[in-house]
């Protein structure tokens, strides 16, 4: 990209913002790229770019929707993208919408939004509180939808400036149906170089953004067994095969896996979340079901785990008779892979985030064991997911997400839209060729 085009990139800019926000002179030095970031940011700040994202979060919020069930909301976001007269596809994988902005031609790079809610119960009190019973954006996915709207609409105030195309990626279904993996299979991101994602995080700072090179979230999946026994008379235990005490068994059993058998230094974690059995005082029911999850960092600690958990519940039942079966439903719940930090893509994003915040406001993120279906995406080409703080302590308590207490502070949405437009414009103005840098060239070539 010539500079002639990062100055008319920047009156672009200055045109849509009245206010002194760019009110550098602008230069054509090469420092001057660097400013582009805090542009961004400023633009985003604008009224009437701030009060449009938070309209959208709000009107998401009060109308949340499952895996795989984001209608109302892909609608949404397809009436926001024809408004801006952004081009896009649609449906993929049920509910997910891509868009594009910029020469339709390659280079291309991608930004990702998840769309979908949770079934939790919201128990915010406030204005825009979910309409829907039992249904909640607890997770921020709603905000990540306006930010990457957000992101949008100043990339497409300079789509004529852009050298290549960015890919808008809305999924469905992150919260353990896998939606990435479907939008994946769809194609999504065919010919595409790059992909950035980001979580809106409670526990970082406004202001701030905290990631790592390598691996950032556990690779995840669920599994349930079945503990058959016979039932009868509690009185008379002689006479029956108790299941309840072989799935406490082998619930004690699953504890040993990570204790004993995995590396100290390789984080692992086995929960059971379900013990289902019995229901009444005094009979010993014929069976009873349990469920959990499983994590792991590597694909072979993984894998083995899998094995050990199957092995460990069907052994373990047999000991006091019961026979038992597992299922790790892959079909309704994929394993979401380990999220892996694209090293090159790292230093990427420490240049634009430090550029626009500070690089003092970069934090190291520890891997965590949550996961995250942008996994699907970084294990195709090259990923790089990162969280975005909203902490605020002028502004209250802002809990984790998956809590009916989880609120968002809205003035982080800037933060994610300006990262995003930000990460994007730089990647695809780094994929230009060096020499075009210093060679003057026209409009007329676009
Ligand atoms: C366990 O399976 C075996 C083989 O199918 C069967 O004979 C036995 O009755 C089963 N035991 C229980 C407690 O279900
Ligand atoms: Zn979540
Ligand atoms: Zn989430």
């Not at 204790?259 to 029911?285: H, M, Y």
């Not at 990427?348 to 996994?375: I, T, W």
Request: glycine share 8%; charged share 20%.
């Amino acid at each position: 990209m010539s500079f002639s085009k990062w100055f008319s990139l920047s009156s672009t800019l200055y045109l849509f913002m009245p206010a002194a926000l760019i009110s550098c002179n602008i230069s054509l030095s090469p420092e001057e790229l660097d400013k582009t970031p805090v542009n961004f940011l400023d633009f985003a700040k604008k009224p009437e770019v701030f009060d449009w994202m938070v309209g959208i979060r709000r009107k998401i919020h009060e109308d949340p929707e499952l895996c795989f069930e984001e209608f109302e909301t892909s609608k949404l976001i397809r009436a926001e993208l024809d408004q801006m007269g952004i081009l896009y596809t649609h449906p993929i994988a049920g509910t997910g919408v891509v868009g594009y902005i910029g020469t339709g031609g390659p280079p291309f790079v991608a930004i990702r939004a998840d769309m979908d809610a949770l079934a939790v119960e919201e128990l915010v009190e406030w204005e825009h509180k979910s309409k829907v019973p039992g249904k909640m954006h607890a997770c921020g996915h709603d905000a990540h939808v306006a930010m990457l709207l957000g992101a949008a609409k100043m990339l497409q105030e300079l789509h004529h400036e852009l050298q290549g195309t960015v890919v808008l990626v809305f999924q469905p279904a992150e919260e353990g149906g896998g939606g990435a993996k479907k939008m994946l299979d769809a194609g999504v991101l065919k010919n595409v170089e790059a992909i950035f994602g980001l979580h809106i995080s409670s526990s970082d700072q406004i202001g701030t953004v905290a990631s790592r090179p390598g691996p950032v979230t556990a690779g995840s999946g669920i599994f349930e067994a079945v503990i058959s026994g016979k039932g009868g008379h509690a009185a008379i235990p002689q006479d029956t095969i108790d299941p309840i005490l072989a799935a406490s068994n082998v619930i004690v059993s699953l504890q040993h896996l990570v204790s004993r058998e995995a590396d100290p230094l390789d984080s692992q974690v086995v929960t059971i979340t379900k013990f289902q059995g019995g229901g009444a005082f005094n009979v010993i029911p014929d069976s009873v079901k349990i469920g959990g999850t499983f994590r792991a960092f590597s694909k072979e600690s993984f894998a083995q785990l899998k094995q050990r958990i199957e092995e460990v519940i069907t052994r373990q039942a047999c000991v006091l008779r019961c026979n038992a079966t597992v299922i790790f439903n892959e079909n309704e719940n994929p394993f979401y892979p380990v999220t892996v930090n694209n090293k090159d893509l790292h230093e990427h994003f420490q240049k634009v985030a430090g550029d626009m915040l500070g690089f003092r406001n970069l934090k190291e993120h520890l891997p965590m064991m949550n996961s995250e279906d942008f996994s699907f995406f970084a294990e195709a080409i090259p990923g790089y997911f990162f969280f975005l703080g909203m902490d605020d302590k002028t502004k209250g308590k802002f809990v984790r997400g998956h809590s009916p207490y989880y609120t968002v502070n809205e003035d982080a949405l800037p933060y994610g839209a300006a990262l995003h437009a930000s990460l994007a414009t730089r990647y695809l103005l780094e994929k230009q060729p060096k020499s075009t840098l210093h060679k003057e060239s026209s409009h007329d070539e676009l």
